[in-house]
């Protein structure tokens, strides 16, 4: 299943992308995530790494499969259990000041669905300039 969520926000493209692309501070607004182990500071296509949620020691794989930084849009996928997903996220300047931000979640029908009401979560707190 194919699900794409969006949000717009106040917050200025290059806080947006900085708060992405650091895997530090996903924690900041991403309320899912609780840690982040990756083999780098900043993304990069074959960055890998372990996502951890509100279940401690239970993690989801990841590996950076795309990133372009000047058009701020990276995709990874994420191993839980058996279940894979393709998540690819997009942001840009909206006309008149902030950001637009986009996800499409490729997946089992059952984990999309589950997953997308927290996402839009996350991307909701993602655009605004008061977090990270």
Same mark, same amino acid.
């Not at 609780?34 to 500071?41: G, H, I, K, L």
């Not at 794989?61 to 058996?82: K, N, S």
């Given at each position: 299943m194919r699900l794409t969520l969006r949000a717009d926000g106040t917050a200025d493209l290059e806080l947006v992308w900085r708060r992405y692309s650091t895997p530090e501070l996903w924690t900041t607004w991403a309320p899912q995530i609780?840690?982040? =182990?990756?083999? +780098?500071?900043t993304l990069d296509v074959g960055v890998t790494g372990t996502v951890y949620g509100v279940v401690p020691n239970l993690g989801a794989?990841?590996?950076?499969?795309?990133?372009?930084?000047?058009?701020?849009?990276?995709?990874? =996928?994420?191993? +839980?259990?058996?279940v894979r997903m393709h998540?690819?996220?997009?942001?840009?300047?909206?006309?008149?000041g902030g950001t637009s931000t986009t996800l499409v979640v490729d997946g089992p029908a059952v984990a999309v669905l589950t997953y997308a009401p927290v996402a839009r979560i996350s991307l909701e707190y993602l655009v605004r300039p008061t977090k990270a």
């Open positions: 609780r840690r982040v =182990d990756c083999s +780098a500071p794989r990841f590996e950076v499969v795309e990133f372009v930084e000047d058009e701020h849009r990276w995709a990874w =996928d994420v191993l +839980a259990g058996p998540l690819d996220h997009r942001s840009e300047s909206r006309i008149g």
